[in-house]
């Protein structure tokens, strides 16, 4: 006897399980939307609704924006801040993207493996750790690179953080730990790129250098945006790094270098909240404009 399938039967079935992964999706979505609320919209309303009233809740317009703009350590802050997410983001986007094509172009599998997990086990640190580890580094007495800090010229832990140097050394710091993950990543991406793009340049002749300029980047393009913005908001939010700096060398850092630590100085120093979620508000400000830009000006959303 042959058993046939009906095709209304074989609709039904394709329905039931477009519905079974319909329910799963939209059960993953949902966990992801509770926390979303929880941990990143209501703060943000309530961070808002501080900024805008004062400690009455009587709203006060922009005050409390006016208030901070004014305060004299904020305009240092804003440039130091400044000044370290140039170096931060410069360094992660060249350095990234010429690490994860060195890697991607070495033949020895194992090797690249290998360099893969040493470049991802800093980002296992927690950033408090990373940067009492650095602290240690840095520290010409008992570092075990003494002998390079003395080359460099530098003899005492003041010298090494000295307030002309911070900048560079948080970008260190910055890029030692989370570099590693975005190797990985660009890594990936490189992978994805379909091997006839690949074997068309070399029958066209390209270098090395060549397929790296003109196809392979091209095509990172939007992964490579993907991380300047989620690396510009993390790098407008600096505050382990210089807190930490900061009591360990008995405020030659400053406990107000960054507009992180400002805010914070305002709500548990100076008991002043409303000053605080204003300053959070500001970065938040800045760092969804400046994501709105990367993405106008990159076609992130464009159909490749």
Same mark, same amino acid.
């Given at each position: 006897?042959?058993?046939? $399938?009906?095709?209304?039967?074989?609709?039904?079935?394709?329905?039931?399980?477009?519905?079974?992964?319909?329910?799963?999706?939209?059960?993953?979505v949902?966990?992801?939307?509770?926390?979303?609320?929880?941990?990143g919209?209501?703060?943000?309303?309530?961070a808002?609704?501080?900024?805008?009233?004062?400690?009455?809740?009587?709203?006060?317009?922009?005050?409390?924006? &006016?208030?901070?703009?004014?305060? %004299?350590?904020?305009?240092?802050?804003?440039?130091?801040? #400044? &000044?370290?997410?140039? %170096?931060?983001?410069?360094?992660?986007?060249?350095?990234?993207?010429?690490?994860?094509?060195?890697?991607?172009?070495?033949?020895?599998?194992?090797?690249?493996?290998?360099?893969?997990?040493?470049?991802? /086990?800093?980002?296992?640190?927690?950033g #408090?750790?990373?940067v009492?580890?650095?602290?240690?580094?840095?520290?010409?007495?008992?570092?075990?690179?003494?002998?390079l800090?003395?080359?460099?010229?530098f003899?005492?832990?003041? *010298?090494?953080?000295?307030?002309?140097?911070?900048?560079?050394?948080?970008?260190?710091i910055?890029?030692?730990?989370?570099?590693?993950?975005?190797?990985?990543?660009?890594?990936?991406?490189?992978?994805?790129?379909?091997?006839?793009?690949? *074997?068309?340049?070399? /029958?066209?002749?390209?270098?090395?250098?060549?397929? #790296?300029? $003109?196809v392979?980047?091209?095509?990172?393009?939007?992964?490579? &945006?993907?991380?300047? /913005?989620?690396?510009?908001?993390?790098?407008?939010?600096? %505050?382990? *790094?210089?807190?930490l700096?900061?009591?360990?060398?008995?405020?030659?850092a400053?406990?107000d270098?960054?507009?992180?630590?400002?805010?914070?100085?305002?709500?548990?120093q100076?008991?002043?909240i409303?000053g605080?979620?204003a300053?959070?508000? *500001?970065?938040?400000?800045?760092? &969804?404009?400046?994501?709105?830009?990367?993405?106008?000006?990159?076609?992130?959303?464009?159909?490749?």
């Open positions: 006897m042959t058993l046939t $399938h009906s095709p209304a039967g074989s609709a039904t079935r394709r329905r039931r399980g477009a519905a079974r992964q319909s329910r799963a999706g939209m059960a993953f949902a966990a992801y939307v509770v926390l979303l609320v929880a941990f919209v209501l703060p943000t309303a309530y808002i609704y501080f900024a805008f009233t004062d400690a009455g809740g009587t709203v006060t317009g922009f005050a409390n924006f &006016v208030t901070t703009a004014q305060d %004299f350590r904020f305009l240092d802050a804003v440039s130091h801040v #400044a &000044v370290y997410l140039a %170096f931060w983001l410069l360094s992660l986007v060249v350095f990234v993207v010429a690490l994860a094509l060195l890697l991607h172009r070495l033949a020895s599998g194992s090797a690249s493996k290998a360099l893969r997990f040493l470049y991802y /086990i800093p980002g296992a640190l927690a #408090a750790a990373s009492l580890v650095w602290l240690f580094m840095l520290d010409p007495t008992v570092s075990p690179v003494s002998s800090l003395g080359a460099l010229g003899h005492t832990f003041g *010298e090494v953080i000295a307030p002309g140097n911070l900048p560079l050394l948080f970008t260190v910055a890029f030692w730990t989370g570099a590693g993950g975005w190797i990985v990543v660009m890594y990936g991406a490189l992978n994805n790129i379909p091997a006839d793009v690949m *074997e068309a340049a070399r /029958i066209d002749g390209a270098g090395a250098w060549q397929t #790296a300029w $003109h392979q980047i091209p095509m990172l393009r939007k992964w490579i &945006v993907y991380m300047v /913005i989620l690396a510009f908001a993390g790098g407008a939010q600096l %505050f382990v *790094e210089p807190q700096l900061s009591l360990a060398s008995v405020g030659v400053g406990r270098y960054s507009l992180n630590q400002l805010t914070y100085d305002f709500a548990f100076m008991n002043n409303n605080a979620a300053v959070s508000v *500001e970065l938040l400000v800045v760092s &969804v404009s400046a994501a709105a830009v990367f993405v106008a000006r990159s076609g992130f959303f464009d159909a490749d």
